[in-house]
C-alpha cells in the first residue's frame, strides 16, 4: 500500500459545482495533513493545513479522519481558477520527520 | 520579501554531461528540501538539510547524485554523470523551523538530458 494514495482524476466539473477529493494515508502515527495546490507547470504551494477539529478557509473545507485514515478536501461553488493538481501530503513517523507527498489529483472546472 | 530562488529555470544538456543546480532558501529558514518531480512518480524528496546539515538523503538515487549546502543561504544539487531517465523538474524548497511544517517552494528547475 502506498503511504498516500489519491485518486488521480481529471474531475470535471462545471463552474459553480462543489467537489470533493479524498486521500488516504498509511501511517496511522501521522500528525500533520495538508493540502498543496499546483498549477500547471508552477510550484506547489500551500492551500491549508488540516486539523483533527477541521477547518475551512472560505470556499475549502478539510477534515481529517483519523479512525479510517483520510483527510478530505471539499471545495464549494468552484470557480474557473481553482482549475489545478491539488497534492494531499501526510508526514512520515520515522525517525527522521519528512512529508509524504500524494501524487495529486486534477481538477478542471468548465465554463 | 522574496521567495525561494532557483537557477537556472531550464537546463538542456546532454547525456554524460555534469549539471549543476542552485538554490537560496528564504532567509532565516532552518530547513532546505530538494525534490525532484516526474509524471510517473510524483514529487520525490530527495535530500534535506537542517542548519546547513544533511539530514536524510535516502532518496537520492545515486551516487552520481550530489548535495551541498555550503552556508544558510546557498545548497546546490549536482548530477555527474547525467542521464535521459534524470530528465525532470528539480525543486528547492524551505521550512522554518520544523521539518514537517509548511514548506515554499522554488519555480524548480526543468532539466531535460538529451
Given amino acids: 500500500r502506498k503511504e498516500v494514495e489519491q485518486d488521480p482524476g481529471p474531475f470535471n466539473v462545471p463552474e459553480g459545482a462543489t467537489v470533493a477529493f479524498n486521500c488516504t494515508y498509511s501511517n496511522s502515527a501521522s500528525q500533520s495533513f495538508f493540502w498543496y495546490r499546483q498549477d500547471c507547470r508552477k510550484e506547489p504551494k500551500l492551500l491549508m493545513s488540516v486539523y483533527s477539529s477541521g477547518n475551512e478557509d ?54 | 520579501d522574496a521567495g525561494v530562488i532557483q537557477s537556472p529555470r531550464h537546463e538542456v544538456t546532454e547525456m554524460g554531461q555534469e549539471v549543476t543546480l542552485r538554490c537560496k532558501p528564504i532567509s532565516g529558514h532552518d530547513y532546505l528540501f530538494w525534490y525532484r518531480q516526474t509524471m510517473m512518480r510524483g514529487l520525490e524528496l530527495l ?45 528547492c524548497a524551505s521550512s522554518l523551523m520544523v521539518a514537517t511544517d509548511t514548506q515554499y517552494f522554488g519555480p524548480g528547475t526543468r532539466l531535460t538530458v538529451l
Fill in chain 1, 58 to 111: 472560505g470556499r475549502f473545507t478539510a477534515q481529517l479522519n483519523r479512525a479510517s485514515q483520510y483527510i478530505s478536501l471539499l471545495i464549494r461553488d468552484s470557480k474557473l481558477s481553482d482549475s489545478a493538481t491539488y497534492l494531499c501530503v501526510v508526514n512520515n513517523a520515522g525517525n527522521n520527520r519528512k512529508l509524504i507527498w500524494g501524487l495529486g489529483t486534477s481538477l478542471a472546472v468548465n465554463p
Fill in chain 2, 47 to 91: 535530500i534535506y538539510f537542517n542548519n546547513n546539515v544533511p539530514i536524510d538523503d535516502s532518496g537520492m538515487p545515486e551516487d552520481r547524485f550530489s548535495a551541498k549546502m555550503p552556508n544558510a543561504s546557498f545548497s546546490t544539487l549536482k548530477i555527474q554523470p547525467s542521464e535521459p531517465r534524470d530528465s525532470a523538474v528539480y525543486f
